[in-house]
């Protein structure tokens, strides 16, 4: 007897009234229900279930069809030099080990300034702020900066179109939230 399964068969496109109708016929033709009424005795139950069995898989045969091997999508430009590539790859990255180390040390001028000096982690820092975000002032400034600073420069408060629920921030306020900031859970939350 062959394992009880649905996955031979695409059900979805069964003609439900068609299986009936073979289903009754088949089970006619083989007197299976007559044999399940005559039964007694335990074994003969699991025989006349065999043949229930049996009379179902043929009828599914003939009614149903098949589900074809699925096809799996192939990228058009992918080869076999890529999969080995691909394999390395991985296999690298699951033990590190295997990957190859580098024997020459790195370069000095990494870990010191342009006057040859080494700076502290704390001079580093600073050395990147002022590099990425350099001080704003008014000699720097591009036009479009010039034109925003005009624009905003003399205007009350009342003109920044501020709604009344609100206001603008004091001084004092701001100072107040920035000594309140823990500079260890800004890194943990942006991570």
């Known amino acids: 007897m062959e394992p009880i399964t649905t996955r031979r068969y695409n059900t979805n496109k069964a003609d439900w009234t068609e299986f ?3 289903l009754r016929n088949t089970l006619q ?7 399940v009424e005559r039964t007694k005795r335990p074994e003969d139950l699991e ?8 009379a179902i898989q043929e009828v599914c045969e003939e009614i149903f069809p098949k589900i074809g091997q699925r096809k799996t999508k192939r990228i058009p430009w992918w080869t076999a ?3 080995a590539l691909k394999k390395t790859s991985c296999a690298k990255e699951e033990n590190p080990q295997r990957s190859p180390t580098r024997k020459r040390p790195l370069p000095d001028t990494l870990l ?20 990425f975000y350099p001080d704003d002032s008014v000699s720097t400034d591009m036009p479009f900066h010039i034109r925003t600073r005009e624009r905003i420069e003399d205007k009350p408060v009342e003109d920044l179109r501020l709604s009344k629920d609100d206001p603008p ?20 939350q942006t991570a």
């Open 112 to 131: 010191r300034n342009s006057e040859g000096k080494t700076l502290s982690p704390h001079e580093s820092a600073k050395l990147l702020a002022n590099t």
């Open 20 to 22: 009936c109708l073979q």
């Open 47 to 54: 025989a006349n279930s065999r043949e229930y069995i049996a």
């Open 81 to 83: 030099e890529l999969s």
């Open 169 to 188: 921030f004091t001084r004092v306020e701001l100072k107040a939230v920035l000594r309140e900031l823990n500079p260890k859970r800004l890194r943990d």
């Open 29 to 35: 033709k083989y007197g299976i229900a007559e044999k």
